[in-house]
Structure formats: structure tokens, C-alpha cells
């Protein structure tokens, strides 16, 4: 398990580096996406998808899979990159002084059945949309820049 980084050398290595994220459209059986609403930076009180930080030594499907565990209870299955995401934006978790940049391996996947949702302390809220929020936008891997 990773400990967690220290604030101040967190706060450091966000002045000086990119974060690398995964965040994951997960559909229910009907084909809606899951969405929380987030109480933290970035995106605060706004409906998103699950998703955060890539630990060290930890591959893209195991964030992802913690991640949805971490943040929902839930199980996923069909997991499968399908794009990333950059995130430049003027807020930043612990109010630092610099822009938050991160950049999200996004994965398609499919919730288990049976799975029940258990919300941390990083959403107040969740729901089922026909639609992801609109300025979520993937770049594909398939296509050029």
C-alpha cells in the first residue's frame, strides 16, 4: 500500500510536475455513466467521473480499479483504455499557488453486477446520466493530435 505523500513535498512537486491520473467512464447495465459530485479540487461541486492519482510502482488498471474501490465500493469488469484527458486548470488541491495540471488515462469499463455503491469522502453524491459532463473530453489514442 503507498503511504501517502507528505503536503509540503506534495505542494513542491506540484509546482514542478504534472500529475498522472486515470479516470473511468464505468456504465451500469442500461449503458449509463456513473458520475459523482466531487467535494475536493479540482472540479469542486461538480458532477465527474471517479478517478485520481497513479501511485508509484502501481499499473494503470490497478489505480483504476483502486480508485473505483476507493471512491465507490464498486467492482468493474471489461476495463480498456480508450483516450486521455489534460487538465490545466487555476485550481489546486491544498489552494497552491500554481496551476493544477494533470494527465488521465481515461478507461472505458463495466460495473459488476451486484455491486453496491458505498461513497468516501471525495463525493457527496452520485447518479446515472445518459451523458458525461461536457467539458470532459477525451483525446483518443487512435487519432492525431
Known sequence: ???????????H??????????????????????LIKR????????????????????SLVEAARRKMKEETGLKLRDMKPVGY?????????????????TISVVFSSAIEDGSSIILDKQS??????KKLPGDFRIKSFKRGV
Request: glycine fraction near 6%; hydrophobic fraction near 35%; proline fraction near 5%.
Open 124 to 129: 457527496c453524491n452520485y447518479k446515472f446520466s
Open 85 to 101: 484527458y489534460e487538465l490545466l486548470s487555476g485550481t489546486s488541491p491544498f489552494q497552491a499557488r500554481n496551476k493544477n495540471h
Open 39 to 58: 467535494v475536493n479540487q479540482p472540479k469542486i461541486n461538480r458532477w465527474w467521473v471517479v478517478g485520481g492519482r497513479v501511485h508509484k510502482g502501481e
Open 1 to 11: 500500500m503507498m503511504r501517502a505523500i507528505p503536503k509540503k513535498q506534495y505542494k
Open 13 to 34: 512537486v506540484l509546482r514542478l510536475l504534472p500529475i498522472l491520473c486515470v479516470d473511468i467512464i464505468a456504465q451500469n447495465a442500461r449503458k449509463e455513466y456513473l
